[in-house]
């Protein structure tokens, strides 16, 4: 039988593996986010930096 002590540890065990899962998919959200706004902030091939940020492509999104 599981003593008082022993209920404890395995609740307080599940909650943090759920929370470690709940962490990593949210880590997962927030990457993939980072990676789909960075994916139309690639230059076109004769366009220079300067000339992409005052064209106002940079203020767009």
Known sequence: ???GA??????????IALG???LLLGLGVVVRDL???QRPRRLARRESI?????????FAH
Do not use: C, E, K
Not at 6 to 15: C, E, G, K, R, S
Not at 50 to 58: C, E, F, I, K, V
């Open 35 to 37: 990676v789909a706004t």
């Open 50 to 58: 300067p000339a992409y940020y005052l064209s106002g492509h940079a």
């Open 1 to 3: 039988m599981l003593t």
């Open 6 to 15: 022993d209920n404890v540890i395995t609740f307080f065990q599940v909650l």
């Open 20 to 22: 470690s899962v709940a």
